[in-house]
């Protein structure tokens, strides 16, 4: 077999809708408050997409900058991948959509669901073809309306997610450098604390569906709780271990940002400063796929990376999933 390619991440962009939400509005909208959110979540506000945005004009507006910011036409794309549980329609691929209005005229394009582990499967998933030589530039994007599936009646969900978007453009990069190890894990036994029930083929759109509001998120909180305090270090230490580094070899965590406790959980359990992760949830909240690079893209602008850095990724979420990869930045 012909030698694998170092392959990194060569740029990043990302967006969030204009409007932004606070706790006290929320106030005014369910029986919660912003000191219940803030102390059990870390989340103070998160942004809402306009009525005439759907997940696919996120997805454009964060492609754009990851393209611009890593010197690359549209017409040099191999591959698109959108990570999404909230696309345009459930069928065409929002990243077909995509692949026309961006015009990566010889791009393939498809959607991948792995929740709130998406951009980083779809990071792994883009990373190995380039790794092969069959492709030499991927966008990988992660992007969320969930605002159109959040019940707004339901204080146990509605107070938690955002909606936003975030790309990437993988890339070969110079020896020594890029992705070092990756780790994508599931535990499908456990799948109905965190799904939304109807409006697929097993329950499919009906009037008695929506009457029932089986068409929004619904989530056991303490089950995925549970789950996700065991799932992020798990990950994080696979994706270690296949690197041959341990904690304290990285300079910077990039989790995905579903709750503060959750993070600083497992920061306890590696033994390293909670400084060490990135967090932007109490701008965000949990945008789901779009989380890890939101929060990438924020840390890079802020100067939290440098050439050489190790940096590992971090999702977990419904399915349930979990994926992590622990890079050498490159640039
Ligand atoms: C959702 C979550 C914040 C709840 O925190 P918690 O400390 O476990 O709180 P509980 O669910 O035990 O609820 C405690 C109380 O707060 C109440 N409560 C729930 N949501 C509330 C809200 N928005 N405002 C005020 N009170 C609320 C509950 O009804 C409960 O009241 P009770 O004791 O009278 O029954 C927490 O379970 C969590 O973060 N889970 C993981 C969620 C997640 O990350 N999902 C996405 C993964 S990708």
């Not at 997940?55 to 959108?82: G, R």
């Not at 707004?152 to 790309?167: H, I, S």
């Not at 929060?295 to 999933?321: C, M, P, Q, S, Y």
Request: aromatic share 8%.
């Amino acid at each position: 077999m012909a030698e694998l390619k170092t392959v990194g991440i060569i740029g990043v962009g990302s967006y969030a809708p204009e409007r932004v939400m606070t706790n006290f509005e929320l106030e005014k909208i369910v029986e919660t408050n912003d000191e219940w959110i803030r102390t059990r979540t870390g989340i103070q506000e998160r942004r809402i997409a306009a009525e005439d945005e759907a997940c696919s004009d996120l997805a454009y507006n964060a492609a754009l900058k990851a393209l611009e910011n890593s010197d690359t036409k549209p017409e040099e794309l191999d591959l698109i991948i959108v990570a999404t549980i909230t696309p345009d329609y459930p069928f065409p691929a929002t990243a077909a959509l995509l692949q026309r209005r961006l015009g990566a005229t010889t791009a393939g394009a498809f959607d991948l669901e792995a929740a709130c582990s998406g951009l980083v499967y779809g990071i792994v998933t883009g990373a190995n073809f380039i790794a092969t030589g069959a492709y030499k530039k991927v966008l990988v994007i992660g992007a969320e309306v969930l605002s159109r599936i959040l019940d707004w009646e339901d204080r146990n969900t509605c107070v938690l997610f955002g909606d936003g978007a975030a790309a990437v453009v993988l890339g070969e990069v110079e020896d020594g450098y890029g992705i070092k190890g990756f780790h994508l894990g599931a535990k499908g036994d456990i799948e109905k604390v965190l799904y939304q029930p109807a409006g697929g083929s097993m329950t499919p759109a009906s009037f008695d569906s929506v009457s029932a509001k089986q068409h929004f998120l619904k989530m056991q909180g303490p089950e995925v709780f549970k789950f996700a305090v065991k799932a992020l270090p798990d990950g994080l230490e696979k994706a270690l271990e296949k690197s041959a580094m341990d904690a304290s070899d990285l300079d910077l965590v990039v989790p995905h940002q579903a709750n503060m406790r959750i993070i600083q959980s497992a920061a306890k359990r590696f033994n390293i400063s909670t400084d060490k992760f990135y967090l932007n949830l109490h701008k965000y909240g949990n945008t789901s796929s779009a989380s890890v690079g939101l929060a990438l893209a924020e840390a890079i602008e802020t100067g939290r990376v440098k050439k050489g850095d190790n940096i590992a990724l971090v999702g977990f979420g419904a399915g349930l999933t979990y994926a992590s990869c622990i890079i050498k930045w490159a640039k």
